[in-house]
């Protein structure tokens, strides 16, 4: 199974929207195992967004991101990462397809409500980024026989 990181950024915090995208991914099969409420740095930022740090907007980026509190969220399943990128959709809200959060949610490329990790390797290092050992759970899931075959586990 794969850890992924999802941050609900300010867009989601502000708007209200947070249970409605942690149900998502519930319903979807995707076990919870860590889950908190953090302001982000001007640190944890730079190295965050650190392929982004040149750009005009990076100054806009990380102001939006400071914005109010965000909720950080360690996810587990199969091949998760590739499918919590599925579930956000592209990165532009007005061109994220219709089903997706950013599809459902946003109409901006900046406040598009969700970070989620690119790549198990990057999850890896996110996850160490906004959590600590003590803060992953890896308690039984139950529904996992009603979740998965066994040869996919
Ligand atoms: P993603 O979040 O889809 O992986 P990127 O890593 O390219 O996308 O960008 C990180 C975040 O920076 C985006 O989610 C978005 O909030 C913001 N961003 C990216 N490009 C722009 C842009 N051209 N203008 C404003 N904000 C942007």
Known sequence: MEITLVILKP??????????IIS???????????MKMIELTDEMLSEHYSHLVGKSFFGRIK????????????????????????????????????GTIRGDYSMSIQENIVHAS????????ELRRFFSEN???N???????????????
């Open 11 to 20: 867009s989601a915090v502000q708007r209200g929207i947070m249970g409605e």
């Open 24 to 34: 998502r991914f519930e319903r979807k099969g995707i076990q919870i195992i860590g």
């Open 63 to 98: 102001d939006s991101m400071q914005a109010s509190p965000v909720v950080v969220m360690a996810l587990k399943g199969v091949d998760v990462v590739n499918t919590v990128r599925k579930l956000s959709g592209v990165t532009n809200g007005r061109g994220a397809d219709p």
């Open 118 to 125: 690119d790549s198990p390797e990057t999850a890896e290092i």
């Open 135 to 137: 803060e992953i759970f």
């Open 139 to 153: 308690y039984s899931h139950y529904l996992i026989p009603y979740l998965y075959a066994n040869d996919e586990i």
